[in-house]
């Protein structure tokens, strides 16, 4: 069973908004069985809610997602480009992605056998999601 949790920090989000917020991703869980760690996090890199499997482990995917996301802000600036919207990493075991809403990201760490993470498909993934992130979207754009 899943860890569901706002950030430690306080954030200009209503309470009422990261409940809904936490549903959603919640049901993404359920969407994606080896999801070990669901996160939103903010602008100067605050996790502003999460759902995780293992708690222990959280923490530091937390802090990976939002270095990975200013990694590829920093790769995108130097390129020339404006953005890198969305950003999959794949290990032998585990894919990390990151999704811009709004002015937040949404990550996403998945545990899989090595042969099934060969096969998963991210473009798959990303249209599963996008209602979803959509809805988030919604909620936190003007916050």
Do not use: W
């Given at each position: 069973?899943a860890t569901?949790c706002?950030g430690?920090?306080?954030?200009s989000?209503?309470a009422q908004v990261?409940t809904?917020?936490q549903?959603?991703?919640?049901?993404?869980?359920?969407?994606f069985?080896?999801?070990?760690?669901?996160?939103?996090?903010?602008s100067?890199?605050?996790?502003?809610?999460?759902v995780?499997?293992?708690?222990?482990?959280?923490a530091?995917?937390?802090?990976?997602t939002?270095?990975?996301?200013?990694a590829?802000?920093?790769?995108?600036?130097?390129h020339?480009?404006?953005?890198?919207p969305?950003l999959?990493?794949?290990?032998?075991?585990?894919?990390?992605?990151c999704f811009d809403i709004?002015n937040y990201?949404?990550?996403?760490?998945l545990d899989?056998?090595?042969?099934?993470?060969e096969?998963?498909?991210t473009?798959?993934?990303?249209?599963?999601?996008?209602?979803f992130l959509e809805?988030?979207?919604r909620?936190l754009?003007d916050?």
């Amino acid at each position: 069973m899943a860890t569901a949790c706002f950030g430690r920090r306080v954030t200009s989000v209503p309470a009422q908004v990261l409940t809904s917020v936490q549903a959603i991703m919640v049901q993404i869980s359920h969407i994606f069985p080896h999801s070990s760690l669901l996160c939103i996090v903010n602008s100067v890199g605050e996790v502003i809610a999460y759902v995780a499997e293992d708690i222990t482990d959280a923490a530091r995917v937390l802090e990976l997602t939002s270095a990975v996301k200013q990694a590829a802000l920093l790769f995108a600036e130097t390129h020339s480009l404006c953005s890198v919207p969305v950003l999959h990493i794949k290990g032998q075991t585990h894919i990390l992605s990151c999704f811009d809403i709004s002015n937040y990201v949404f990550g996403m760490c998945l545990d899989m056998h090595p042969a099934a993470l060969e096969m998963f498909d991210t473009r798959g993934a990303e249209t599963m999601l996008r209602p979803f992130l959509e809805d988030v979207t919604r909620l936190l754009e003007d916050f």
